[in-house]
């Protein structure tokens, strides 16, 4: 079994910054792709961003709402992902889920954290 457990949510005016963490834990022996996603009331669970295992720190994907405001890395050694969130915005206001896409003895299962409240609101 794996857990994920995000940290750094919280109240922010509009134009703040916020760091969220997500590090996972248990049965691991890689973790393929890392990712944030959000859900805000009354709508659907979108992808923020996502970052694979690249030697290189990964390749990166981002929602388009979000290009040149927030970034993603990860910690492999720590199988903690990281997203840096500035230039905040009111629609930014979601809850956010960490994912991570976890190899076990040849298999493979995604896993969801229990997601961390962002409020973007002055």
């Known amino acids: 079994q794996v857990q994920l457990v995000e940290s750094g949510g919280g109240l922010v005016q509009p134009g703040g910054s916020l760091r969220l963490s997500c590090a996972a834990s248990?049965?691991?022996?890689?973790?393929?792709?890392m990712g944030w996603h959000r859900q805000a009331p009354g709508k659907e669970r979108e992808l923020v961003a996502s970052?694979?295992?690249?030697?290189?720190?990964?390749?990166?994907v981002y929602a388009d709402s979000v290009k040149g405001r927030f970034t993603i890395s990860r910690d492999n050694a720590k199988n903690t992902v990281y997203l840096q969130m500035n230039s905040l915005k009111p629609e930014d206001t979601a809850v956010y889920y960490c994912?991570?896409?976890?190899?076990?003895?040849?298999?493979?299962?995604?896993?969801w954290g229990k997601g961390t409240q962002v409020t973007v609101s002055s």
């Open positions: 994912n991570a896409y976890v190899s076990f003895r040849y298999r493979g299962m995604d896993y």
């Open positions: 248990g049965s691991i022996d890689s973790i393929n792709v």
């Open positions: 970052i694979s295992s690249g030697g290189s720190g990964g390749s990166t």
